[in-house]
């Protein structure tokens, strides 16, 4: 057999080429991982990795899902027994041995979430058998802005000074993640508010019934219908309006005085109104449309399926350093479980204006500014708003 010969010397070659192909491979390997450098080098890299890996659980706030899986990461992290994350209501996650001192930990935590301050807690001070084992305990404060949200709780047989800062740097990196999470939240907030704010600018149900209330007129009283279509373009002009993200509330005032005449032209005496305005706050900044739909709450939702009249109070005083605005209807009210369920974004419901408002405040003012809401089944409904009078930079 002639060809033999060559047919080795050929799977030889193969032989040796596929050998210098695995060893480039490892050769490469090994020199990226000597690439790193020092143990110290390595230390670092290990630390970062384990802190991207824990950030993307953390990426939608503190939430029980989110705070189990970074535990995890997060105790090899500080090398100890046992790593805990809590909010300010209860314990989110606990990875780690001590389990019996997880009942224990809010009570633990109480005077670090009210002062936010780290506590080193000794054997002793825990209040729990630990079964003859020494056991301390680093609680750090999770601070978002000016508030504590949670803690981060390190168990270890003790507690040096490494684990202690060590455990405050872990909770101040997991605050950073919080704030990162909310700021998120705030932008989703917002640009929902802003998508909702153009969408309901204007209620299309509002439009169908103020055009069959003018036509009702346009026989039986031509002048009383010409009236109202002055009114009905005054107010689509300033809902349609495309400048400017504020007004005064004198404006938005002018703007509920429109929208109640039309109304009353299809509720007639079923819809009663009275206004107490102090004038001293008439020129304060207010978001655009921020009170029309309040208004148009109260009717649609409060006295249109009220048998009867109804009632609506609007009121705006000087309170000191705010303008504070009530809405008032004697109406059908609503169920406050459902309605908080809605402003917090859990449903969709019939007051998605009210949602809208409320956001917007929030984003605008803080969350201290949000609608004040007051309601029942068959109580009727007072909502409450109240905006700084001085606005620097917010133009109307």
Known sequence: MPDS?????????VIVLAIAVVVGVGFKVLRSFRDLGTDAERATYNTLHAASRAGQHLRTGLNPTGAAK?????????GCDALAITDTAGVLAWDGAAEEL???????????????????????????????RSLAAVIAPVRAGSRVVGVVAAFAPSAGAGLVRATSEVADWVA???????????R????????????????????????????SFINTDPQRARELVVEFADFTRYSFRRHGDFTT??????????????????????VQVSLRIAPEVLSTVIPFLSLQPLVENAVRHGLEAKEGAGHITITANDSGAFAEVTIEDDGVG?????????????????????????????????DQHGLVIETAPGEGTLITMRVPKSQPGHDA
Not at 340 to 352: E, F, I, N, P, T
């Open 70 to 78: 970074a535990s995890r990461q997060l105790r090899n992290l500080l």
């Open 188 to 215: 989703t907030l917002l640009m929902e508010a802003e998508v909702r704010a153009l969408r309901a600018q204007i209620s299309p149900h509002f439009i169908y019934n103020s055009l069959n209330a003018i036509a």
């Open 176 to 186: 950073v993640q919080v704030e990162l999470a909310e700021l998120d939240a705030s």
């Open 102 to 132: 997880k009942p224990l930990l809010m009570g633990l935590a109480a005077d670090v979430l009210t002062g936010g301050r780290t506590a080193v807690l000794q054997t002793r001070d825990l209040g729990a058998d630990l079964t003859s």
């Open 5 to 13: 010969p060559l047919l080795t010397a050929a799977a030889i070659a």
């Open 334 to 366: 609503m169920d406050p479980a459902e309605l908080q369920s809605m402003l917090a974004g859990h449903r969709d419901g019939d007051h998605v204006g009210l949602r809208n408002v409320d956001a917007r405040l929030r984003q605008v003012y803080g």
């Open 249 to 270: 509330l004198a404006e938005e005032l002018r703007c509920i005085d429109r929208y109640l005449l039309l109304e009353r032209a299809r509720f007639g005496e079923r």
